[in-house]
């Protein structure tokens, strides 16, 4: 689950990160508002505008601006908000700002020039342990740093039996080329940080910029948090910062009926229980000479109600010139799965792409001849070669 900026912050905030201070606002007053409660506490009348979207690159694409005073404030609180802000991390259709951030300018004069580096941690999947990446290239372009000079990203192995240790913090302050109480700032930085992450349940945490400041302080200036889903149980308080705007609406629609679903750009969509039977399913498309619409797994139980909403989220795409239903009936029967289909297909109604079934398991012929017998434009198949042929005939109408 990803969450913006600020509620990144919070939740850095909390384990000991110092971060950029900022208020969040959703209208020109409230920013003009924050700027001058900021102006108040902090003494600076410098303030950035940050537009809070599910993406990064923001101030490439004009979603964050410094204003100097009240008036600017507005003025470009204005022209950020409602804005359809373009990323390199949004595609091209870009996502609408509802929020914005107003910060802190921490770029201030002092006895040393500012200096932004880039930490994150995350999982490294290949060896199964979370690693700490870090760069002395931080900022807007660290996609490029990682593309053209890998030499300069660092990573640091983190052993789960033991987590990170003080020597590995020193190392990271020491290859980011710092001294002196900036040194023990990073040291203190990267372990903050890293028990956010672990305590969080989380499956990233980048920070780009970290800004050590003219005063050689280490904060973090931006914050791109995700919480891994599978870790929301143990922390309900999180649920409220899903931000369902940012969200695709059928993503949305297909949680609310706890579906698994991933949109894709095919042509043909797909029904399954099971990850790797689905994974299998988009293979056996690929074959076929289609290209899969979708990711989307019913489950070990599906039923009726679950396979009308998986058919009204597949059929929002107009994109979708056929669907695949590939079901194994292990801990449900294939007989009540079919019965299902043909329920959803009469009460849904007005259904104008053709549906191959493939049902396998128990009662598995019982199912077959449930389909064929419906009159429904559905193809029924037990085999997966059968389905994969059932799939080139469609396509081929």
Request: hydrophobic residues 40%; charged residues 25%; negative net charge.
């Amino acid at each position: 689950m990803n969450i913006h900026e600020y509620q990144g912050k919070a939740i850095l905030k909390s384990f000991g990160v110092r971060v950029q201070e900022g208020i969040v606002a959703d209208t020109v007053e409230q920013a003009v508002a924050a700027a001058q409660k900021l102006k108040e506490d902090l003494g600076s009348g410098w303030v950035v505008i940050k537009a809070q979207i599910h993406a990064g690159g923001r101030g490439k694409g004009g979603g964050v601006k410094l204003a100097k005073n009240l008036d600017e404030v507005k003025e470009k609180a204005g022209n950020i908000l409602g804005m359809q802000l373009i990323t390199l991390q949004t595609g091209p259709e870009g996502k609408k700002v509802h929020k914005i951030l107003v910060a802190q300018d921490v770029y201030y004069p002092g006895e040393s020039e500012p200096k932004e580096f880039y930490v994150s941690v995350l999982l490294d999947r290949s060896k199964g342990r979370n690693i700490v990446m870090y760069s002395t290239e931080g900022g807007m372009d660290i996609e490029h740093v990682a593309e053209h000079t890998p030499h300069l990203i660092f990573k640091e192995e983190i052993d789960p039996k033991v987590g990170l240790q003080p020597f590995q913090a020193r190392k990271i302050a020491f290859n980011l080329g710092l001294s002196g109480d900036a040194f023990k700032d990073m040291v203190k930085f990267v372990t903050a940080l890293y028990k956010a992450y672990d305590a969080t349940d989380s499956s990233m945490f980048e920070i780009n910029p970290v800004l050590k400041t003219s005063d050689n302080k280490i904060l973090a200036v931006d914050a791109k948090v995700n919480l891994d889903d599978n870790g929301l149980f143990r922390h309900p308080d999180f649920l409220v910062l899903r931000d369902l705007a940012e969200e695709d609406p059928t993503e949305v629609e297909a949680s609310k009926s706890n579906l698994n679903y991933v949109k894709l750009d095919g042509n043909v969509g797909c029904m399954v229980n099971g990850a790797g039977l689905a994974m299998a399913t988009m293979d056996i498309i690929k074959l076929a000479g289609g290209e899969p619409a979708n990711f989307l797994d019913v489950g070990g139980t599906a039923n009726a109600e679950t396979v009308k909403a998986a058919f009204n989220i597949i059929l929002e795409d107009p994109k979708v010139k056929a669907i695949l239903i590939n079901i194994f009936g292990g801990i449900v029967r294939c007989d009540r799965v079919a019965q299902g289909v043909i329920d959803a297909y009469n009460e849904i109604g007005n259904i104008h792409v053709p549906i191959i079934v493939r049902l396998q398991g128990t009662n598995a012929e019982e199912a077959k001849k449930l389909i064929d017998e419906s009159g429904l434009q559905v193809y029924s198949a037990i085999l997966l070669k059968e389905a994969a042929e059932r799939v080139e005939e469609v396509l081929a109408l």
